[in-house]
């Protein structure tokens, strides 16, 4: 077990172990991602005790695990703790010294695309896009100034629960955490399953909400494989079976619910800068032979009359210094579809072993399009001429320590988030945060219609209006559990989620769950029994934003 407790850009390199036994705190935080991070670091300018413990050794989630493009929709809505770090990413990109690999002029006239320099250079400026360490180091800061401790591998292992709140977790370090209140900040939501509180997976059938976005998609015209590519071993055989990374059966009804999950990858900081750019080795168990699927989407493009380019398999997106995030394009990319069902309710080894079957997929993906000779020679050198950061991941061999797990378990709880509340028709009376992005889902399994190979699931319907998310979505229900608190595996249908589940938008409400806590801390009540009226003035006295701004 590793303890943070100052600097963790030198703890997260330290691999002392050391035993505590009980740990007791005001409020214990369950996950460091940046949910995690902005509930404890608001738990402790609150005047809590408090201490995050976090599974593995990463801090910041996805947002530190080379998600610097975010996604947001309108950023006015992100306040509080959210709106500081995007703030404090401005000012360090203000900071000349800061660009090494190319000038800040020539980042925001000729790549930026979701900040403007003029957003940025304001007395209380925000910049949306990043590099992983710059973020890294904002989060250290945040946690070092409040105080925060963190202790590192730390999987959860026992509970133990008095009536309806939990009194205590273990972990298989062997430590025990005490608390008045807990917050499950974890993207599996962990904390949430062992307490017993309802949860679902997967999609829920249209009819179960009244929805139309949801469940198991008539069609899905974006993210597509298109030209019609054969799926089949031996092309035109049914009976010679499936190619690589197609699943058997039809697929489902459309909008049925199923327990299929969207799709996972890992967002790739490259860079296509010599001087920091490191090779990318062939990765553990490659076959070639798993991308025929991508093979032959490079023969039909070429058999259209058409060049194929790096965008018509993956989206690269520029970050600051010549990096980028590159995450998953049309219809066969980085998203290693249909491997990731398993993975909410996994123990901790099956988890580890689908963790490490998405590295190795996407690192073969790259290579592949690098290498194969059924790559044309100019694509080939398009995917050579990115690799990854000499200064990014120094501690974990250059590749993120962060599987992008988009959704995994979700609370059911007394409201539940639905696709009513993203299209205004729904309005949460006790907001704790807004959402302000589209109902977007990436495709859930790859299937054969029609004699070719189609990708499902992927939903992207945007234009909606900023909303709020339900205090009661964060709660678990009345008799399940008093004193936890769920700002990630928030209560909310599958397309809702899709919305919510932005990274700033976890931050909100990783904090806004803090505020809660102490509150209920402070009343001695259940997070159930928190006055809302009360509640709202805490919230708006730390800056989040409640309502939709007006223009």
């Not at 413990?53 to 809505?77: F, S």
């Not at 404090?88 to 203000?94: E, F, M, P, Q, T």
């Not at 909400?209 to 998609?217: C, L, S, T």
Request: glycine share 8%.
């Amino acid at each position: 077990m590793t303890v943070f407790r100052t600097s963790l850009l030198s703890l997260l390199s330290s691999l002392a172990i050391a035993s505590a036994g009980t740990i007791e705190r005001d409020i214990v935080v369950y996950g460091a991602t940046s949910a995690g991070v902005t509930a404890a670091v608001q738990a402790a300018r609150s005047g809590k005790s408090v201490v995050i413990v976090e599974p593995k050794r990463h801090i910041g989630g996805i947002t530190t695990g080379g998600l610097g493009a975010t996604d947001i929709g309108n950023k006015n809505v992100i306040g509080g703790i959210s709106r500081e770090f995007y703030q404090r990413v401005a000012n360090h990109y203000k900071d000349d010294s800061n660009w090494k690999h190319e000038t800040r002029d020539n980042f925001f006239e000729n790549r930026s695309k979701r900040s403007k320099l003029s957003e940025v250079m304001k007395d209380d400026g925000t910049m949306w896009t990043f590099e992983p360490h710059v973020a890294s180091r904002i989060f250290d800061d945040m946690l070092t100034e409040a105080g925060v401790e963190v202790r590192s591998q730390q999987p959860l292992d026992e509970i133990t629960m008095h009536g309806t709140r939990i009194a205590s977790f273990s972990t298989t370090a062997g430590d025990v955490y005490q608390g008045k209140m807990f917050i499950d900040a974890t993207y599996e939501g962990d904390l949430m399953a062992r307490a017993g509180v309802s949860y679902t997976v997967g999609r829920e059938a249209n009819s179960k909400y009244g929805e139309q976005a949801n469940g198991i998609r008539r069609e899905t015209p974006k993210n597509q494989i298109h030209g019609s590519v054969d799926p089949y071993l031996v092309p035109g055989d049914p009976s010679s079976g499936l190619i690589p990374l197609i699943q058997q059966g039809d697929g489902g009804n459309p909008g049925d619910g199923d327990h299929r999950v969207q799709a996972y990858n890992f967002r790739l900081c490259f860079t296509n800068i010599p001087e920091n750019r490191l090779p990318l080795a062939k990765p553990d168990h490659y076959d070639p032979h798993t991308y025929e699927l991508a093979a032959r989407r490079v023969e039909k493009i070429l058999h259209a009359g058409k060049q194929p380019v790096i965008n018509n398999f993956c989206n690269p997106v520029w970050m600051p210094n010549g990096k980028t995030d590159i995450n998953n394009s049309e219809g066969i990319s980085t998203d290693f579809i249909g491997a990731n069902y398993a993975y909410p309710d996994a123990d901790h080894a099956t988890r580890a072993e689908i963790w490490k079957a998405h590295e190795d997929y996407v690192k073969g993906f790259w290579y592949f399009m690098s290498t194969s000779p059924r790559v044309p020679e100019q694509l080939r050198n398009e995917f050579l001429s990115f690799g990854p950061c000499r200064d990014e991941f120094t501690d974990h061999d250059f590749w993120s320590p962060q599987l992008y797990v988009r959704e995994a378990r979700r609370m059911i709880s007394e409201y539940v988030m639905t696709e009513h509340n993203c299209r205004s028709k729904a309005i949460a009376e006790d907001p704790v945060g807004m959402a302000a992005y589209g109902m977007d889902s990436h495709n859930c399994q790859r299937i054969v219609q029609n004699g070719a190979a189609r990708n499902e699931g992927d939903v992207q319907i945007h234009g909606l209006k900023p909303y709020g998310i339900s205090y009661r979505s964060i709660i678990p229900k009345t008799h399940e559990c008093g004193n936890l608190l769920v700002p990630v595996c928030v209560s909310a249908s599958h397309i809702a989620f899709g919305s919510i589940r932005m990274e700033p938008v976890f931050m909100v409400l990783g904090q806004s769950a803090a505020i809660a806590a102490s509150h209920a801390i402070d009343e001695d009540v259940t997070v159930q029994n928190v006055d809302y009226a009360n509640l709202k003035p805490l919230l708006l006295k730390e800056k989040q934003v409640l309502k939709r701004p007006v223009k």
